[in-house]
């Protein structure tokens, strides 16, 4: 069977490729071959590994791809290839509950099938996760058995591959002389194997260490040892860590025009990759640079973005770093006290993550704060505790930051000898990383490098005129040759001139009558010309008619786009839920919210008076924009009712709903009227006694006890909210519940979505049992397995099938 690639890739442009174009020639050679085999599976893991870099999405599909046929023939060591490329794709999304179950499913079966390679690749996987969540005891324990096998089997890229992971765990503990020992040890082997990929990130691993001790010539250096390797081989992904590192060194040292060019740089390439995750590191190094110009509001929306998409994807370590420059923001325009509210949050995640370098910082900045607002003693607090990780960690800048905290505070108690000690060190360390020698050594080394950057263009220009010259003379060669070829033609033409004299006189007659036929000839093709232009006529009326329509189709389009955006921007946010409501503390949850179309008939609401917490999922009629502005109204009244004092129950907010629907439409009840209105789950929940208020319309409320583990369904009443034929006042329902149960809101899109083997509707039954045996998870995996579920349900069989309606789940659990 011929493997037929989708259009979309064939779009990917050259330069992608690079050197690997004619491998991929090679494999696609192999995919577009009718056999079903092993060679296919290995040229889609070949694939999958060339694109990995440069393009993930591509990379993901081949890996996919290649799962399916390996599966199908039963080639096992292919299904541990493609189980460990998808699981590769997946960690640099930042989704690494779904990394692991790949690398757990392929470890699985490289054991079975003793296969050395997969299981050493699998351990530096599931250690990669580790390290990235701050889990550094498991990710060292995972690393060393993947080096034990790696050393046994003498694979020297494997163990450089290794000892960089090491070398990345003892830096992000502070550990920097063992880090650069590590970096080293894979540094040898990269360079006695001339691997240019490994040699890349040990260049930069080692540059990022002195980056963090302060000694930026070093860090220079080696970074640009490393962007040449990068940009010759093409690596978009390389190049956008490397840019980011140089950017961070000329801003460490204030220059602040050449750091916002390289990151800017970083900025456009990420974007073109689409990977988020990078996204929010490049949102980060713009926004400091805003920062330090003063241009605060530049500063808050980059900060602000790059928070929004770290808490999308879980990112701990950059939410972090969030929360401490927007307290940096705040601070500098002295308002300490929301200031030193992000300096809490961003302490809470580092203290998790163990990030020394991390703690350093915010504890300097919260006594900065306090000298400010002259609390020395205080400051002097947050002062020793940054000093003594910066010494734990050898990172000079920290050092320097926490003897000048503790000069000012000294000074502001009156104990001058004690602000004089700590002034000096800090001036010791401050002449050590700002000394003009060492600016000028990274200047004259920055100019180096472009120098030879743009050397290297002139050797490439030149060749190109060598080139030309060659071709030139190429053509002057071919040219008289062809002279000479038409010269010795015309004799031969000469030569016959006479014999064709002859027969053109006794031909003439018959050229005589053949001219009369060119004439009639000629009438018909005048009719055909001109029934051409009759048609091309018609066809500019089409083509200009189908401009028109997509001109119009483009305009409806950004509209309904404008449209999300206000509606995005209506829903509460997950920062809104969290912080503004307070409820980080009181409960988990999680929020699935997948509109059919670009926006929505369903709509989750959030609020809070005093004590008593207000939920609610509702499903207007219909989806898209009739569905978009029914939810928007249904939003704006719940505002509206649950403010008025009088309201004594979700019962009661529900019946007053249904009076401002029906009043809005103007809804008499007559035969042939709209039946627009919403079937909606509402509940109130008193978060000091856990008391929950229940009512419904349609829409069940299902909980789970954390006793039991069983589910229990809380029927609805049967009318909607909405002109109906039985109009009685809904039921209140009143539940106490306990710690560790949890209730979810669901409408009806995820059971009624078409799918699966047979393309059958998914069922409320199996949402119920997909619930059950999902409910002791995280409250964020329980939505990454709804969402991968449904998506699997609707896109892996024969039957490719859309979204049918709106999708909204909000589960919400006791803690």
Known sequence: MKTTLPLWLLLIPFAIF?????????????????????????????????????????????????????????????????????????????????????????????????????????????????SRQGNFPKAMDYFQKSIKIKEMMNDKLGIIGCY??????????????????????????????NDKNSLSNCYGNIGQVYQRQGNYPLALEYNHKRLKIIEESGDKTGMCNCYSSVGNIHMSQGNYPLALEYYLKELKLVVELGVKSKITNS?????????????????????????????????????????????????????????????????????KLNDKHGLSLVFGNMAAINNYLKKFNEAIVYANKSLQLAKEIESLEDEEAAHMNLSESYK??????????????????????????????????EAIFQSEKKQKEIELLNKDK??????????????????????????????????????YLQKRKANILLAQQKI???????????????????????????????????????SIQYAKRIQTAVLPSLEYISVTLNLKSLLEYFILFKPRDIVSGDFYFFERRKNILLIAVADCTGHGVPGAFMSMLGFSFLQEIISKEEIQSAAHVLNELRDYVIKSLQQKGMTGEQKDGMDIIFVALNIETNIIQFAGANNPLWLISNTTKELTELKPDKMPVAIYEKMNPFTNHSIQLHQ???????????????????????????????????????????KEILNNTIEDWKNNYTEKCEQTDDITIVGIKII
């Open 740 to 782: 560790g149960d949890i209730i979810y809101l669901v409408s009806d899109g995820y059971e009624d979505q078409f799918g699966g083997p047979k393309g059958k509707k998914f069922l409320t039954k199996n949402l119920k049992q997909l619930l059950s045996a999902n409910s002791e998870k995280l409250m964020s995996e329980q």
């Open 164 to 193: 960089n992971n090491i070398g990345i765990i003892n830096g992000r503990q502070g550990n920097y002389t063992q880090a650069v020992e590590y970096f080293r040890k894979s540094l040898k082997i990269a360079i006695e194997l």
């Open 520 to 558: 009639e000839i000629e009438e018909k093709n005048e009719e055909l010309n001109q029934q051409n232009e009759e048609i091309a006529t018609q066809r500019d009326t089409v083509i200009k008619q189908k401009e028109h329509i997509e001109e119009i189709h483009r305009e409806v389009t950004d």
């Open 18 to 130: 690079g050197q690997n174009q004619k491998k991929v020639d090679s494999l696609q050679t192999v995919l577009n071959s009718t056999k079903i085999d092993s060679n296919k599976v290995k040229a889609f893991i070949n694939l999958c590994e060339i694109f990995s870099n440069n393009n993930p999405d591509t990379s993901l599909y081949y890996a996919k791809q290649g799962l399916c046929i390996a599966e199908k023939i039963n080639y096992k060591k292919g299904i541990v290839s493609c189980y460990m490329g998808i699981g590769n794709f997946y960690i640099d999304q930042v989704n690494y509950f779904t990394a692991m179950v790949n690398y757990q499913k392929s470890l699985k079966i490289a054991v079975e099938i003793k296969d050395k390679i997969g299981i050493s690749k699998c351990y530096m996987g599931m250690g990669n996760i580790y």
């Open 412 to 445: 502001g108690l009156g104990k001058y000898k004690e602000a004089l000690d700590h002034f000096g060190l800090y001036k010791t360390l401050n002449d050590s990383i700002f000394n003009t020698e060492k600016h000028n050594q990274i200047a004259k080394m």
């Open 466 to 503: 060598e080139k030309q010259v060659a071709v030139s003379a190429a053509e002057s060669k071919k040219q008289k040759t062809i002279i000479y070829s038409v010269v010795s033609i015309l004799l031969l033409v000469l030569s016959f001139a006479i014999f064709a004299y002859h027969s």
């Open 283 to 351: 949102c980060i190094n713009i926004g400091n640079v805003y920062k330090a110009q003063g241009n605060y509001t530049q500063a808050i929306k980059y900060y602000e973005k790059s928070l929004e998409l770290a808490t999308e994807l879980g990112d701990n370590q950059n939410v972090s770093v969030c929360y401490t420059n927007i307290g940096n923001v705040y601070a500098e325009e002295g308002n300490y006290l929301i200031a030193m509210n992000f300096y809490q949050k961003a302490i809470i995640i580092r203290e």
